[in-house]
């Protein structure tokens, strides 16, 4: 089983609907993070949850509500989304938040595959 | 403006040549991190490198991070077609505690 699964790999809403995207890890992570990816910016951090508490909210629109019930499960609850809001949405996975490297610990970030989503 | 440019954004080049992919900022980093990322896959850390002047080399990829710990670059050599996708420099702030991407370079390496 692979370590970051995200569920569902594509979806496509009306404006008006409510949609989630989950992620699972099964690494044993402390950490967990939220990210959006669209072809004209980088990777924009959203959400950062460390111990199942949020620890960063990026001036995310409230159309956007994060959930994580324990460590290993992230949600992503969308209403009322905008077609800008059209992108590859990725979760990741850390063993702690931003944990800095040293030594063998690389600090790395495990991604999941993404969610394709698209708002028409 | 990002905290993190990468240069170029895209390079598109034939197999077997040499390239080069910057990473730079104004800020410095405790460590920075090279991260690939294929079509239709989530990014997959290369290699992080945590000292001024820190070389490392993984195959035919070669990582450099700079003295000042303000730049990194990825040298590739050789380059073949399953090289192609989007190279992303991440890294921590020194004492800010604050995680930050890259703009990113999309690599086409053709056949």
């Known amino acids: 089983e692979t370590g970051v699964t995200q569920t569902p790999r594509h979806l496509v809403m009306g404006m008006t609907n409510k949609k989630s995207l989950k992620c699972e890890q099964h690494l044993g992570h402390n950490a967990m993070y939220w990210y959006k990816q669209s072809a004209k910016k980088p990777l924009e951090l959203m959400f950062v949850?460390?111990?199942?508490?949020?620890?960063e909210n990026n001036s995310v629109p409230s159309r956007f509500s994060p959930e994580c019930p324990n460590s290993s499960h992230l949600f992503l609850h969308l209403h009322t989304l905008q077609p800008e809001d059209s992108a590859l949405y990725l979760c990741?996975?850390?063993?702690?938040?931003?944990?800095?490297?040293?030594?063998?610990?690389?600090?790395?970030?495990?991604f999941g595959e993404g969610s394709r989503l698209t708002v028409l | 403006t990002q905290l993190l440019e990468q240069s170029p954004q895209f390079l598109s080049i034939q197999e077997g040549e040499n390239l080069t992919v910057y990473c730079n900022s104004s800020?410095?980093?405790?460590?920075l991190q090279w991260y690939r990322q294929e079509p239709g896959e989530g990014p997959v850390l290369l290699v992080t490198?945590?000292?001024?002047?820190e070389v490392k080399k993984l195959k035919r990829l070669t990582f450099q991070f700079g003295d000042a710990r303000k730049d990194s670059s990825l040298h590739i050599t050789a380059a073949q077609p399953g090289d192609t996708g989007l190279y992303l420099c991440a890294g921590v702030v020194y004492n800010f505690n604050k995680f930050y991407f890259g703009s990113g370079t999309k690599l086409n390496v053709k056949p």
């Open positions: 490198v945590v000292t001024g002047g």
């Open positions: 990741a996975s850390s063993q702690d938040r931003y944990r800095l490297a040293g030594g063998d610990d690389t600090g790395e970030l495990f």
């Open positions: 800020s410095v980093f405790s460590s």
């Open positions: 949850y460390n111990f199942k508490e949020q620890t």
